[in-house]
């Protein structure tokens, strides 16, 4: 099977595409448990920190890729899994 060079400049871009939303994830929760970490011991800032960035990650990891909606928002005060 003979690749296009729209195909091939597709996938390319598919691949930027998935290395750039991999190194949003990585910095966002890499950033929540520094600032999570930076508050006193038993903050509950640090909880929530935590909390709302664990929240966002999976809402832009279940975010439908054919209709860009977005995954059900959960119960704020629902205990941490």
Same mark, same amino acid.
């Given at each position: 099977?003979?690749? *296009?060079? *729209?195909? =091939?400049? @597709?996938?390319? =871009?598919?691949?930027?595409? %998935?290395?750039?939303?991999?190194?949003?994830?990585? =910095?966002?929760?890499?950033? @929540? &448990?520094? $600032?999570?970490?930076?508050?006193?011991?038993?903050?509950?800032?640090?909880?929530? &920190?935590?909390?709302?960035?664990?929240?966002? &990650? $999976?809402?832009? $990891?279940? *975010?439908? %890729?054919?209709?860009? @909606?977005? %995954?059900?928002?959960?119960?704020?005060?629902?205990? $941490? =899994?």
């Amino acid at each position: 099977m003979k690749v *296009t060079k *729209t195909q =091939a400049q @597709a996938n390319r =871009a598919d691949v930027g595409k %998935a290395r750039a939303k991999s190194l949003d994830l990585l =910095a966002h929760a890499v950033g @929540a &448990i520094v $600032l999570s970490r930076a508050c006193p011991s038993d903050s509950p800032l640090a909880d929530e &920190i935590l909390s709302v960035c664990r929240d966002n &990650i $999976l809402a832009s $990891l279940s *975010t439908t %890729a054919t209709t860009g @909606a977005p %995954a059900p928002e959960r119960n704020p005060d629902a205990p $941490l =899994a």
